[in-house]
């Protein structure tokens, strides 16, 4: 039998790595393009939410980072107007979300620095092997911090996400954090889907009577929940208004 059967001269290595390489591009770009879309979403999202919400600085919503505080300012928002609660969601976000960030890009740093020769350690006189080992327990201890305060950012992010889930669509409000719970990528569609509703009116099981107080609501326009007038009967015994 030929020992040279099945070979091809132009097939090699190089070939093989190039493909992978195209491959990869491929991909990479692939996800890059439907990642950019999905934070087009949610900004838009937010950014008509925060806007017709009467909430200053809705631009945010553009900024990574600080489009965490707008999602709370939402959230405070509806909670306020609907629930007659006063939250600290854009607080609680935007501060995580700058622990977090802040905190990532430590350990990344200082990893990279402590590998960038394959983990090659050169101790001299000012570097000794107890002040590598203190500097690893430091990465290790800041990266379970990172894990917990991520973990944290989580919960409260997906808190938020049910209060503006239900303010504008509470029939189907925990389908909707189910889904983002599960699939994140479904977040900003939700948020885009929601963006031209009207908030719901206020919960009437929250107040006593039946009947927010006077200025609970914010004054009616785009999108705004109108204030609660004989003119616009709204009956707080009907379930269909709740």
Request: overall charge neutral.
């Amino acid at each position: 039998m030929d020992p040279n059967f099945g070979y091809d001269p132009y097939f090699s290595g190089a070939t093989l790595y190039n493909s992978f390489a195209v491959v990869f591009a491929a991909v990479f770009f692939f996800a890059a393009a439907i990642g950019t879309v999905l934070y087009v979403f949610e900004a838009i999202g937010l950014y008509r939410l925060a806007k017709k919400r009467g909430i200053p600085l809705y631009g945010l919503a553009w900024v990574p980072i600080f489009n965490t505080y707008i999602l709370g300012k939402i959230a405070d928002d509806v909670n306020f107007c609907r629930r007659n609660k006063r939250t600290k969601y854009s607080g609680i976000l935007l501060g995580l979300t700058i622990a977090v960030t802040v905190l990532s890009l430590v350990v990344g740093i200082v990893s990279a620095c402590l590998f960038l020769n394959g983990g090659d350690f050169y101790f001299t006189q000012d570097v000794l092997p107890g002040d590598v080992m203190l500097l690893v327990f430091l990465l290790f201890a800041c990266g379970s911090l990172v894990s917990v305060l991520s973990i944290v950012l989580e919960v409260f992010l997906f808190i938020a996400l049910y209060r503006i889930y239900y303010g504008y669509d509470q029939m189907n409000a925990t389908l909707y954090e189910v889904l983002s719970i599960l699939f994140s990528f479904m977040t900003p569609i939700f948020l885009f889907i929601l963006r031209n509703r009207p908030l719901l009116p206020p919960d009437p099981r929250t107040f006593a009577g039946g009947v927010p107080p006077m200025g609970m609501t914010q004054p009616a326009g785009e999108g705004m929940t109108p204030p609660v007038t004989a003119e616009n009967n709204f009956d707080p015994t009907n379930r269909k208004d709740v």
